[in-house]
């Protein structure tokens, strides 16, 4: 559990009020050190022993592991609650896809091709899954090593290796290591062996125990050896020990603050369900329910979409809408005869209403005023959507500079804000009260656009 300032102004020297860490007490100091507004270093009086306590006890319950290197790093862990309603979740659970050296040369090449590819454009994000997961399974070394090095020449993602072989594991792991690749699993039949391995070229590990309870001496030796980037599975083989397992270390992690198991997760739908339904409802519930990686046998368009829109929207932070920069976009290729509307800056009404626009074939300028993401008229109730601010808005985005005409067309949900709107521009613009839904725009759009130019 996290330390209070109180607590922390106990192990403080009390040099009140010398003020060398910047802050005018040391209380004041310690407040700010709880709450991660500075460092431990920032006093000069700490002895180094006080100051590697104070780092320890300031750690966040859970360790953040990275896999992988430059612009395709996946970071897990470092959730800082259970329920995603007491804060946020952090960093989205890394979706791999398992590939077995005893499959065709064909089917490799397709789910190497799936795993580079297959993504999807959503309110302006880009989905896809996160990494390969090479999995030894055809006792031949050689084929194995084959794989690793076919991926890794052909893409530039991390990945996970999964071998029981150490030597083989080890071998791939020479191949890839500038990658930062998962190496699993570590046991406690070979941590002895593997330990030293592992600190040649240091890389994130991931450790299995045959329960929960297993992991926790394995942990203990991992961070006596100076190896803190472990990924847990508990080793639950089952949809419902799974659950129980996840929920578990994530509650003994955060609820009581025990270090050993202070570490991301995997999960392994893969290995829990045969049938590509079943194993893409396990992976769902594991968005859910706690996993730092996630390993699919395989996915499709349909299976990966809604995974990655479900995992999308529980780790995105409930505390801040989701919205879009204040400015006027351009949809298609417009012209200072193309029609201008304005909208507020929830992502989702701007997707709506640039995807409408697009729809119709009519290029548009689609001025987007910032409401604090809300809908227009969440916006319009709450006062931040009102025909003065608007009006400010429209002066200062400067589509003005863009339009020979002055035709202002708004939303139908906020038709109330017209007169205070054409006061707010000086009635230079002309106000147009548009459709109340996207849906209405594909009728009155393009014969606004028509007339507009006529
Ligand atoms: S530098 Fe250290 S001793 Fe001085 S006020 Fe800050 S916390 Fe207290």
Request: hydrophobic share 40%; glycine share 8%; charged share 25%.
């Amino acid at each position: 559990m996290p330390i209070s300032g109180s607590a922390i102004v106990k192990m403080l020297p009390g040099k009140r009020p010398c003020k060398e860490c910047g802050f005018p007490t040391c209380f004041a100091f310690a407040m700010k050190l709880a709450s991660g507004g500075t460092t431990v270093d920032k006093c000069p009086y700490l002895s180094e022993e006080t100051k590697a306590k104070l780092v320890d006890l300031l750690a966040p319950p859970m360790k953040l592991v990275t896999i992988g290197s430059g612009e395709n790093k996946l970071k897990i862990g470092n959730e800082e609650v259970v329920y995603r309603h007491e804060k946020t979740y952090c960093h989205p659970p890394g979706i791999a896809l398992l590939i077995s050296d005893k499959e065709s040369e064909t089917e490799i090449d397709e789910k190497i091709k799936k795993i580079k590819e297959m993504q999807f454009l959503w309110i302006g994000l880009t989905l896809k899954a996160d990494l390969p997961a090479l999995y030894f399974e055809s006792g031949d070394k050689g084929k194995f090593l084959a794989l690793v090095k076919k991926v890794y020449q052909s893409t530039d993602m991390g990945m996970i290796l999964i071998s029981e072989d150490m030597d083989a594991l080890f071998s791939a792991r020479d191949i890839c290591a500038d990658r930062q690749p998962l190496l699993y699993p570590i046991t406690k039949e070979n941590v002895e062996t593997a330990i030293p391995k592992i600190k040649e070229k240091p890389t994130p590990v991931g450790i299995r125990g045959g329960d929960v309870e297993e992991l926790v001496p394995l942990t203990l030796k991992l961070k006596e050896a100076g190896i803190e980037d472990v990924v847990l599975d508990p080793g639950s083989r089952n949809l419902m020990e799974a659950i129980r397992d996840q929920t578990f270390i994530r509650r003994a992690t955060i609820k009581q603050g025990f270090r050993p198991l202070g570490y991301p997760t995997a999960a392994f739908p893969c290995f829990i369900a045969k049938d590509g339904l079943k194993e893409a409802m396990a992976a769902s519930v594991f968005v859910n329910k706690f996993a730092g990686i996630i390993v699919l046998s395989d996915f499709s368009q349909h299976s990966l979409l809604p995974l990655l829109i479900q995992r999308l929207n529980i780790y995105t932070d409930p505390r801040f809408p989701m919205a879009v920069e204040e400015k006027y976009y351009e949809v298609l290729e417009p012209d200072e005869y193309s029609p201008v509307l304005v909208t507020s800056n929830w992502a989702l009404t701007y997707f709506l209403v640039s995807s409408a626009v697009e729809a119709t074939k009519v290029a548009a300028y689609v001025c987007v005023k910032d409401a604090e993401g809300l809908g227009v008229l969440t916006a319009w109730a709450a006062g931040k959507f009102g025909g003065d601010s608007v009006g400010a808005f429209i002066k200062k985005c400067g589509v003005a500079d863009r339009v020979k005409h002055r035709k202002l067309i708004i939303p139908g949900k906020a038709a109330r804000i017209k007169g205070e709107l054409e006061d707010a521009l000086n009635l230079e613009w002309e106000i147009i009260v548009g459709p109340k839904e996207t849906t209405g725009l594909g009728k009155f759009f393009p014969e606004f656009a028509k007339k507009l130019r006529e």
